[in-house]
């Protein structure tokens, strides 16, 4: 699997350690937005030493192709971070199947970048480079923009999943969300 891709908007990249400061201030300017929804973090998250340490070991999982963060970033602003894709969780053999988790930079919501990203991610390089068949989401029930892009490619409701994380020292229940990716 490459580092670069591009989609007719986009760029996805794999970045190395030496993008620190440029996650690190795409988390930082996203703070309120993202801990909303996220686990809590721990307490030197927001520093350069924990993305350049977190993006090393990133780039390794990638590497032993148990783990892939995608950063999103316009072609016509090709400096910015403008959200993330995740794939983890990914299990072979009779599975085939992992998890996806995404997050877009509060600016650019609404514009249709998530799902041009994981339209192409899902079919042109989960499903095809990796084998594929069963990726699951899980969403907040309220995440009302998240499960309006899983339903534009396809996803299908499969149910609540109760208690299924803790945030903000409170147990939320999600809405379990898969497609299916044939070959």
């Known amino acids: ?12 990249r794999i970045l190395h350690s030496t993008y620190a400061q440029d996650v690190c ?23 350069i030493d924990f993305h350049r340490s977190n993006l090393s070991n ?3 999982e ?10 999103l970033f316009e072609q ?12 983890n969780a ?3 053999g009779c599975f085939q199947s992992c998890v996806v988790g995404y997050k877009m ?9 998530m799902t041009e990203c994981l339209d192409y991610t899902i079919h042109q390089l989960i499903a095809k480079e990796y084998g594929i068949h069963r990726i699951e989401a899980m969403v907040l029930p309220n995440n009302y923009s998240s499960i309006q892009v899983l339903s534009k490619l396809g996803f299908e409701n499969e149910g609540i999943t109760r208690d299924y994380a803790k945030l903000n020292g409170i147990w939320c229940d999600h809405l379990r969300y898969s497609i299916l990716v044939y070959q």
């Open 58 to 60: 990133e780039y390794n």
């Open 62 to 71: 990638f590497i032993q192709g148990k783990y892939i963060r995608f950063y």
């Open 1 to 12: 699997m490459d580092l670069i891709y591009n989609t007719a908007r986009l760029t996805l």
């Open 25 to 47: 201030d795409f988390y930082k300017k996203n703070r309120d937005t993202f801990e909303a929804v996220e686990p809590p973090r721990i307490p030197n998250f927001y520093t």
């Open 76 to 87: 016509k602003k090709p400096e910015t971070i403008i959200g993330s894709v995740c794939f």
């Open 90 to 92: 990914f299990r072979h």
């Open 105 to 113: 930079d509060q600016d650019y919501c609404n514009l249709g970048y």
